[in-house]
């Protein structure tokens, strides 16, 4: 993985990497979130990011990875939430 990075999560491209310690990037977050994953465990369960612990050493970003995690799986629940709601209304 590349050690550029988006600042915005939200709008780095899919291969980019979120975790740095685990070398886990954006597409494997999100394929775990679309596959079930609800909370910070079931990520690290499922992608084993946010495992090592060395993300504020490793990222370019100098923090833990958990920060953008979390915007992602808040950002996927409630895009899942709206569809699920169109379905309903549909």
Known sequence: MNRIFTENVLEAP?????????????QSILVAIQTGAK??????????ACTIGRCKDLSPRSRCCSKEIMLLLQAEI??????RGEHELG
């Open 14 to 26: 899919l291969n980019e990497a979120v975790c740095w310690c685990s070398s886990v990037s954006k």
């Open 39 to 48: 909370n910070m465990d079931d990520i690290r369960r499922m992608t084993g």
């Open 78 to 83: 409630a895009k899942l939430h709206d569809i």
